[in-house]
């Protein structure tokens, strides 16, 4: 098995025997969670997930992705929050952020993601990328129901039928939802689209090593089969009751401590572009999981250094709430070095011929003692390499680290009630059948406020 993920927790200001005493907290949860006895233990399909997966089905994604990619130069990700972020987290993991861009270079078709937002120019601006080009769909609903992708998929379900005529369209529609209910499931069904699963036991945000991001992520040219090997080291990695060998139980009770210190902001910090996504991916899991019952971390993701020059004034010197989690590649993929200027009119030739990574690495440590002495302590945890298979394995990393510290703080960390409350007042200010009596008294108080 390789080892590729290390927390260091120098930097945390941990106290003398402040650890020894997390550790009946700790271990209390991981019992919880082993034992499939908290709260929401129902949705704990992504805990043994590398083990139990649907290999028919796995086999049925890999022949997708060859499909699209020799149907189509584009593929449109229909879809929102966890049925969104892992895929295109894992992508830009994987092939960095100008992916689409080089999709040319490798095998693996360029995808642009939808249904993430109501917005018309968004959806204009991938429709104008298109072009005239070949182009397919995967729709991601676990309900079925959501009305942002379901307004994307009428979108350019249109299209297609436009390009192609209605046969056509059918042949490049992929839909991935439940496996029964849903309206997503019922048009699929009636209209005889390829269809995979959301399994019930997978919430949205634990959802994307199942067809709801692999397929994106494979059409896209990852290697599938590594994510999962990644995912499946982690998980026997991580399934160990010790505290001070199972980094999912450390950083769980460090960010327990940390909040307990009033620490109640959590920065994901990185320096590879690369991982802005994985960052958003990050804010999703913490915040839909811990942040309920007036309770949680408020999480945050930062691009260093870029973001030095903005945020990183408050982080530094601002109100002392927060703490950092450093998210740093030991290697970079490429390695360029810095250029020797005879004139040294720009004064860098103190630079000159060290490699980037070199001086990146200079950065996060001068930043990390930097912001240790301002008092925000930090946490690093270091990836050798951004890849296939140590994306699988930091995805299964943040599930089991997330559940801990979730049934630590006391909460069910599989649930998402808060996220209904604007749906209801979107459709009732919509008129959508059933939210009748609302929309009244909503007209009224935006009156008030408008
Ligand atoms: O994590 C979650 O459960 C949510 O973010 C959902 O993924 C999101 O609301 C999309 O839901 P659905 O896949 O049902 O359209």
Redesign the pocket.
């Known amino acids: 098995m390789e080892h590729m993920i290390q927390l260091n927790i120098k930097n945390a200001g941990l106290r003398e025997g402040e650890l020894e005493k997390m550790k009946p907290i700790v271990g209390a949860a991981y019992e919880t969670l082993m034992q499939r006895s908290g709260a929401g233990s129902e949705m704990l399909g992504w805990l043994n997930l590398p083990n139990e997966y649907d290999r028919e089905e796995f086999a049925r994604i890999q022949a997708a992705a060859k499909r699209i990619q020799q149907q189509s130069e584009v593929l449109v990700s229909i879809?929102?929050?966890?049925?969104y972020l892992g895929a295109r987290a894992g992508i830009e993991y994987t092939m960095g952020p100008f992916a689409n861009q080089l999709a040319g270079k490798r095998e693996g078709v360029e995808v642009y993601f939808a249904g993430s937002n109501i917005s018309s120019d968004y959806v204009q601006n991938i429709m104008d990328i298109i072009g005239d080009r070949d182009f397919s769909v995967n729709v991601?609903?676990?309900?079925?129901?959501?009305t942002e992708?379901a307004v994307a998929f009428r979108l350019f379900k249109a299209k297609l039928e436009e390009k192609y005529g209605k046969e056509g369209a059918k042949q490049r529609i992929y839909a991935t939802t439940d496996a029964k209910k849903g309206a997503l499931r019922g048009l699929a069904e009636r209209e005889g689209y390829e269809t995979f699963v959301?399994p019930d036991a997978t919430?949205?945000?634990f959802?994307c090593l199942t067809a709801v991001g692999l397929l994106p992520m494979a059409a896209a040219g990852m290697d599938i089969a590594e994510v999962m090997r990644g995912c499946g080291d982690a998980c026997e990695k991580y399934n160990n009751p010790d505290l001070m060998t199972n980094d999912t139980m450390l950083y769980a009770a460090l960010r327990f401590l940390m909040l307990m210190k009033g620490k109640s902001v959590e920065i994901l910090a990185n320096y590879e572009p690369s991982l802005t996504m994985f960052g958003e991916w990050y804010k999703?899991l913490m915040a839909?999981s811990e942040g309920k019952d007036g309770k949680g971390i408020f999480p945050v993701s930062a691009n260093f250094s870029t973001d030095l020059h903005s945020i990183g004034q408050f982080i530094q010197d601002g109100a002392r709430t927060m703490f950092e989690t450093v998210l740093w590649v030991e290697e970079s993929r490429q390695d360029l070095t810095v250029p020797h200027d005879p004139e040294n009119v720009d004064g860098l030739n103190f630079a000159s011929g060290r490699t980037m990574q070199y001086m990146n690495e200079k950065a996060m440590k001068g930043t990390l003692l930097a912001h240790v002495d301002g008092g925000v302590p930090n946490l690093v945890l270091t990836v050798d390499k951004l890849n296939d298979y140590t994306f699988g394995e930091l995805v299964y990393f943040f599930w089991k680290s997330l559940a801990l510290s979730g049934y630590m703080i006391g909460v069910n960390p599989f649930d998402?009630p808060g996220?209904e409350a604007y749906k209801k007042n979107m459709f009732a200010l919509l008129g959508k059948p059933g939210y009748e009596d609302m929309k009244d008294e909503l007209e009224a108080r935006l009156k008030d406020v408008n």
Do not use: A
């Open positions: 879809g929102i929050g966890g049925s991601i609903s676990k309900s079925g129901t959501t992708p959301v919430g949205g945000r959802s999703q839909e998402q996220v």
